[in-house]
Protein backbone atom coordinates (compact mmCIF):
# COMPACT_ATOMS: atom_id res chain seq x y z
CA UNK A 1 0.00 0.00 0.00
CA UNK A 2 0.87 3.27 -0.75
CA UNK A 3 2.17 5.22 2.13
CA UNK A 4 0.11 8.61 1.20
CA UNK A 5 -3.17 5.98 1.81
CA UNK A 6 -1.45 5.08 5.66
CA UNK A 7 -2.84 6.21 9.02
CA UNK A 8 0.68 6.66 10.27
CA UNK A 9 2.45 9.84 8.57
CA UNK A 10 6.18 9.26 8.11
CA UNK A 11 8.43 11.86 7.79
CA UNK A 12 12.44 12.27 6.91
CA UNK A 13 14.81 14.47 7.48
CA UNK A 14 18.27 14.06 5.21
CA UNK A 15 20.89 16.79 6.02
CA UNK A 16 22.69 18.09 2.95
CA UNK A 17 25.58 20.63 3.37
CA UNK A 18 23.77 23.85 2.76
CA UNK A 19 20.28 22.66 3.54
CA UNK A 20 17.43 20.18 4.98
CA UNK A 21 15.75 17.94 2.74
CA UNK A 22 12.21 17.35 4.22
CA UNK A 23 10.11 14.53 2.78
CA UNK A 24 7.01 13.63 4.49
CA UNK A 25 3.90 11.35 3.01
CA UNK A 26 1.40 13.95 4.31
CA UNK A 27 2.76 16.48 1.96
CA UNK A 28 1.20 14.34 -0.91
CA UNK A 29 -1.90 13.21 0.47
CA UNK A 30 -3.79 16.08 -1.03
CA UNK A 31 -6.23 16.24 1.71
CA UNK A 32 -7.33 13.25 1.51
CA UNK A 33 -7.88 11.07 4.51
CA UNK A 34 -6.30 13.57 6.73
CA UNK A 35 -9.04 12.89 9.75
CA UNK A 36 -8.19 9.12 10.18
CA UNK A 37 -4.58 9.81 10.76
CA UNK A 38 -3.44 8.01 13.85
CA UNK A 39 0.54 8.87 14.37
CA UNK A 40 3.32 10.88 13.45
CA UNK A 41 7.08 9.99 13.40
CA UNK A 42 10.05 11.59 12.33
CA UNK A 43 13.30 9.27 11.20
CA UNK A 44 16.64 10.46 10.37
CA UNK A 45 20.20 9.80 10.49
CA UNK A 46 20.46 9.84 14.39
CA UNK A 47 19.55 13.22 16.73
CA UNK A 48 18.09 16.26 15.48
CA UNK A 49 19.60 19.30 16.39
CA UNK A 50 17.67 22.23 18.30
CA UNK A 51 17.53 24.20 15.03
CA UNK A 52 16.61 20.91 13.01
CA UNK A 53 13.81 20.15 15.23
CA UNK A 54 12.54 23.63 15.13
CA UNK A 55 12.40 23.16 11.44
CA UNK A 56 10.96 20.28 11.16
CA UNK A 57 8.45 21.67 13.82
CA UNK A 58 7.26 24.58 11.23
CA UNK A 59 7.21 22.49 7.96
CA UNK A 60 5.17 19.81 9.59
CA UNK A 61 2.78 22.38 11.63
CA UNK A 62 2.27 24.54 8.09
CA UNK A 63 1.71 21.24 5.94
CA UNK A 64 -1.06 20.05 8.61
CA UNK A 65 -2.72 23.60 7.71
CA UNK A 66 -1.95 23.06 4.03
CA UNK A 67 -3.60 19.32 4.27
CA UNK A 68 -6.31 20.53 6.43
CA UNK A 69 -7.84 23.46 4.25
CA UNK A 70 -7.58 21.15 1.01
CA UNK A 71 -9.67 18.56 3.37
CA UNK A 72 -12.06 21.01 4.21
CA UNK A 73 -12.19 22.45 0.34
CA UNK A 74 -13.16 18.56 -0.84
CA UNK A 75 -15.29 17.76 1.84
CA UNK A 76 -17.73 20.86 1.28
CA UNK A 77 -17.21 21.00 -2.26
CA UNK A 78 -20.79 19.75 -2.54
CA UNK A 79 -22.32 22.64 -0.96
CA UNK A 80 -19.97 25.22 -2.07
CA UNK A 81 -21.14 24.20 -5.68
CA UNK A 82 -25.02 24.22 -4.85
CA UNK A 83 -25.10 27.37 -2.81
CA UNK A 84 -22.99 29.05 -5.44
CA UNK A 85 -25.50 27.74 -8.62
CA UNK A 86 -28.76 29.01 -6.49
CA UNK A 87 -27.16 32.69 -6.18
CA UNK A 88 -26.47 32.69 -10.10
CA UNK A 89 -30.14 31.66 -10.14
CA UNK A 90 -31.35 34.24 -7.41
CA UNK A 91 -29.75 36.99 -9.15
CA UNK A 92 -30.46 35.95 -12.42
CA UNK A 93 -33.87 35.81 -11.94
CA UNK A 94 -34.30 38.82 -9.55
CA UNK A 95 -32.96 41.19 -12.50
CA UNK A 96 -34.42 40.12 -14.74
CA UNK A 97 -37.80 39.80 -13.35
CA UNK A 98 -37.53 43.42 -11.58
CA UNK A 99 -35.28 45.42 -13.05
CA UNK A 100 -35.50 46.90 -16.25
CA UNK A 101 -32.50 46.71 -18.61
CA UNK A 102 -31.97 47.84 -22.20
CA UNK A 103 -29.69 44.55 -23.10
CA UNK A 104 -31.56 41.99 -22.14
CA UNK A 105 -29.76 39.07 -20.42
CA UNK A 106 -25.95 40.25 -20.56
CA UNK A 107 -26.14 42.44 -17.30
CA UNK A 108 -28.15 39.31 -15.73
CA UNK A 109 -25.66 36.96 -16.42
CA UNK A 110 -22.89 38.77 -15.60
CA UNK A 111 -23.97 40.18 -12.02
CA UNK A 112 -24.99 36.33 -11.27
CA UNK A 113 -21.42 34.95 -12.40
CA UNK A 114 -20.53 37.55 -10.06
CA UNK A 115 -22.53 36.71 -6.92
CA UNK A 116 -22.32 33.02 -7.38
CA UNK A 117 -18.08 33.65 -7.19
CA UNK A 118 -18.64 36.10 -4.23
CA UNK A 119 -20.41 33.36 -2.60
CA UNK A 120 -17.93 30.74 -3.41
CA UNK A 121 -15.02 32.71 -1.90
CA UNK A 122 -17.04 33.88 1.19
CA UNK A 123 -17.65 29.70 2.21
CA UNK A 124 -14.25 28.30 0.81
CA UNK A 125 -12.82 31.05 3.36
CA UNK A 126 -15.57 30.17 6.25
CA UNK A 127 -14.90 26.72 6.11
CA UNK A 128 -11.11 27.45 6.27
CA UNK A 129 -11.68 28.92 9.62
CA UNK A 130 -14.95 27.03 10.92
CA UNK A 131 -14.90 24.55 13.80
CA UNK A 132 -14.16 22.09 11.70
CA UNK A 133 -10.97 23.08 10.56
CA UNK A 134 -10.36 24.28 13.81
CA UNK A 135 -10.78 21.12 15.71
CA UNK A 136 -9.32 18.88 13.11
CA UNK A 137 -6.40 21.47 13.02
CA UNK A 138 -5.81 20.92 16.66
CA UNK A 139 -6.24 17.43 16.81
CA UNK A 140 -3.58 16.93 14.22
CA UNK A 141 -0.86 19.05 16.30
CA UNK A 142 -1.93 17.36 19.57
CA UNK A 143 -1.03 14.20 17.74
CA UNK A 144 1.96 15.35 16.13
CA UNK A 145 3.51 16.71 19.70
CA UNK A 146 3.32 12.80 20.45
CA UNK A 147 5.22 11.74 17.49
CA UNK A 148 8.02 9.11 17.91
CA UNK A 149 11.88 10.16 16.64
CA UNK A 150 13.75 7.30 14.95
CA UNK A 151 17.29 6.69 13.58
CA UNK A 152 16.81 4.93 10.15
CA UNK A 153 20.26 3.25 9.00
CA UNK A 154 19.09 4.24 5.38
CA UNK A 155 19.25 7.99 5.91
CA UNK A 156 22.83 7.51 7.35
CA UNK A 157 23.57 6.31 4.14
CA UNK A 158 21.95 8.83 2.38
CA UNK A 159 23.50 11.49 3.70
CA UNK A 160 27.11 9.66 3.85
CA UNK A 161 26.52 9.44 -0.23
CA UNK A 162 25.33 13.31 -0.57
CA UNK A 163 28.50 14.11 1.56
CA UNK A 164 31.06 12.36 -0.84
CA UNK A 165 29.09 13.92 -3.66
CA UNK A 166 29.53 17.50 -2.00
CA UNK A 167 33.21 16.70 -1.27
CA UNK A 168 34.12 15.87 -4.78
CA UNK A 169 31.53 17.59 -6.87
CA UNK A 170 31.04 21.04 -6.85
CA UNK A 171 28.38 22.06 -8.48
CA UNK A 172 29.11 22.91 -12.17
CA UNK A 173 31.40 19.58 -11.88
CA UNK A 174 27.94 17.63 -10.87
CA UNK A 175 26.03 19.06 -13.68
CA UNK A 176 28.56 18.12 -16.21
CA UNK A 177 29.02 14.43 -14.91
CA UNK A 178 25.20 14.48 -15.12
CA UNK A 179 24.92 15.84 -18.92
CA UNK A 180 27.36 13.75 -19.67
CA UNK A 181 27.91 10.68 -17.95
CA UNK A 182 23.94 10.01 -17.18
CA UNK A 183 23.31 8.49 -13.90
CA UNK A 184 25.55 5.71 -14.99
CA UNK A 185 28.53 7.89 -13.91
CA UNK A 186 27.23 8.35 -10.78
CA UNK A 187 28.05 6.14 -8.04
CA UNK A 188 26.07 3.24 -6.60
CA UNK A 189 23.94 3.68 -3.94
CA UNK A 190 22.41 1.21 -2.22
CA UNK A 191 19.78 0.99 1.19
CA UNK A 192 20.66 -1.80 3.25
CA UNK A 193 17.06 -1.40 5.21
CA UNK A 194 14.48 -2.81 3.00
CA UNK A 195 11.40 -0.79 4.42
CA UNK A 196 13.36 2.66 4.97
CA UNK A 197 14.63 2.19 1.51
CA UNK A 198 11.14 1.45 -0.04
CA UNK A 199 9.51 4.65 2.08
CA UNK A 200 12.65 7.08 0.88
CA UNK A 201 12.37 5.88 -3.22
CA UNK A 202 8.76 6.60 -2.86
CA UNK A 203 9.11 9.70 -1.02
CA UNK A 204 11.59 10.64 -3.44
CA UNK A 205 9.87 10.13 -6.70
CA UNK A 206 6.42 11.98 -5.56
CA UNK A 207 9.00 15.29 -4.78
CA UNK A 208 10.18 14.92 -7.86
CA UNK A 209 6.80 14.33 -9.45
CA UNK A 210 5.39 17.45 -7.44
CA UNK A 211 8.72 19.57 -8.82
CA UNK A 212 8.44 20.39 -12.45
CA UNK A 213 12.40 21.81 -13.30
CA UNK A 214 13.63 18.59 -11.84
CA UNK A 215 11.72 15.83 -13.11
CA UNK A 216 12.25 17.35 -16.78
CA UNK A 217 16.34 17.67 -15.85
CA UNK A 218 15.40 13.91 -14.18
CA UNK A 219 13.87 13.02 -17.96
CA UNK A 220 16.68 14.70 -20.43
CA UNK A 221 19.79 13.04 -17.84
CA UNK A 222 17.91 9.52 -18.48
CA UNK A 223 17.43 10.24 -21.87
CA UNK A 224 20.90 11.54 -22.47
CA UNK A 225 23.70 9.53 -25.23
CA UNK A 226 26.11 9.53 -22.91
CA UNK A 227 28.28 12.19 -25.42
CA UNK A 228 29.55 15.81 -24.29
CA UNK A 229 26.27 17.82 -24.22
CA UNK A 230 27.35 21.56 -22.58
CA UNK A 231 23.08 22.50 -23.53
CA UNK A 232 22.36 19.88 -20.72
CA UNK A 233 25.30 20.62 -18.62
CA UNK A 234 24.45 24.37 -18.73
CA UNK A 235 20.33 23.97 -18.27
CA UNK A 236 21.10 21.59 -14.81
CA UNK A 237 23.32 24.38 -12.83
CA UNK A 238 20.94 27.39 -14.03
CA UNK A 239 18.39 25.35 -12.38
CA UNK A 240 20.77 24.47 -9.47
CA UNK A 241 21.17 28.35 -9.24
CA UNK A 242 17.77 28.89 -9.05
CA UNK A 243 16.91 26.75 -6.52
CA UNK A 244 16.51 23.29 -7.82
CA UNK A 245 19.28 21.49 -6.20
CA UNK A 246 21.68 19.57 -8.55
CA UNK A 247 22.30 17.05 -5.34
CA UNK A 248 18.82 16.60 -4.66
CA UNK A 249 19.14 15.63 -8.98
CA UNK A 250 21.54 13.45 -8.31
CA UNK A 251 20.20 11.49 -5.37
CA UNK A 252 17.13 11.03 -7.56
CA UNK A 253 19.02 9.47 -10.41
CA UNK A 254 21.14 7.01 -7.75
CA UNK A 255 17.73 5.51 -6.51
CA UNK A 256 14.67 5.98 -8.68
CA UNK A 257 14.41 4.23 -11.87
CA UNK A 258 14.13 6.19 -15.51
CA UNK A 259 10.30 5.56 -15.21
CA UNK A 260 10.38 6.11 -11.39
CA UNK A 261 8.15 3.20 -10.56
CA UNK A 262 9.79 1.29 -7.49
Known amino acids: MSLI?????????????????????????KG????????FETKSAGLLSINEDE???DWMLSEIKEQVKLFIQDKYYGLRLVLAAVTF??????????????????????LGILGAI???????????????????NLDLKEL??????????????????????????DPLSLATLLAN??????????????????EIKELLALYLDSNHVLSVLFKKVIKSNKRINKPLSALIYS????????????????????NKKL
Open 144 to 169: YGQREYSQSEAVEEVEAYIYDLESEY
Open 5 to 29: KHSEVVSYLIRFKRFNLKLSSLSFK
Open 89 to 110: LAIYLFCSLVIRDPVPMIDEFL
Open 239 to 258: AHQSGNDVYILALCLALLEG
Open 118 to 136: AIWIFLEHKEGDGAVAHKL
Open 55 to 57: EMD
Open 32 to 39: EDVDSITS
Open 181 to 198: GGKEALPKLELTDKADRK
